[in-house]
């Protein structure tokens, strides 16, 4: 990041953070994103979780849609609003396959960017005791930037990985990335993290 040292190394308690992973669903990778392909996103998140379950960390796999109609999409006037969902193809909300959802994986519905708001996502962390967020998942910065800053202001420590993220534009990606994420938590690699889960 420009202006800023590169910082490689993190440390933290497996047993007390939980991979967020947010919207990799089949509608949502689908799409175009930037600097990094859906699929290369995917790839990394798969990694992260890998190294998750095997330190005995809580995969959190989350994703977005609305109800057959779309009554529950947020719609209120904006020069530049997202559509009603109602049209979305079958299977849009669906998490991909890669991700390899097992019995022990939390999974979190949501109706609009953030995690947090309408979900039980805060309640699943406080009472597990999971006070570390690894986020990953697309858009960063929608539904990515959106969770990491209700997470920030609820207090939770938070490591926001770079490559295992990707924008609807390069620029909106680079700027959660250089200016709202170092903010907010700890911005590394998925080398970094998956080797701090493998110690």
Not at 90 to 96: F, K
């Given at each position: 990041m420009p202006g800023r040292p590169i910082v490689t190394d993190v440390q933290f308690d497996p047993h007390r953070t939980a991979v967020v992973v947010i919207d990799l669903q089949q509608g949502v990778v689908a799409m175009e994103t930037r600097p990094h392909a859906g699929s290369a996103v995917v790839a990394n998140a798969v990694r992260l979780l890998r190294s998750a379950r095997r330190a005995g960390a809580q995969p959190i796999l989350v994703h977005v849609g609305a109800s057959p109609d779309g009554a529950d999409w947020p719609s209120p006037p904006a020069d530049a609003g997202a559509q009603r969902s109602a049209a979305r193809?079958?299977?849009?909300?669906?998490?991909?396959p890669e991700l390899e959802r097992?019995?022990?994986d939390l999974v979190v519905f949501k109706r609009q960017w953030?995690?947090?708001y309408g979900t039980d996502l805060d309640l699943q962390l406080r009472r597990r005791g999971l006070g570390t967020l690894v986020m990953c998942g697309i858009a960063t910065e929608f539904g990515v930037e959106s969770t990491a800053r209700d997470a920030y202001e609820r207090g939770y420590r938070q490591i926001l990985v770079s490559d295992a993220m990707s924008g609807v534009t390069e620029q909106s990606h680079s700027n959660a990335?250089?200016?709202?994420?170092?903010?907010?938590?700890?911005?590394?690699?998925?080398?970094a993290v998956a080797a701090a889960f493998e110690r």
């Open positions: 193809a079958p299977g849009w909300s669906d998490l991909v097992s019995q022990g953030g995690a947090f990335l250089e200016r709202i994420f170092p903010r907010l938590g700890q911005v590394r690699t998925t080398d």
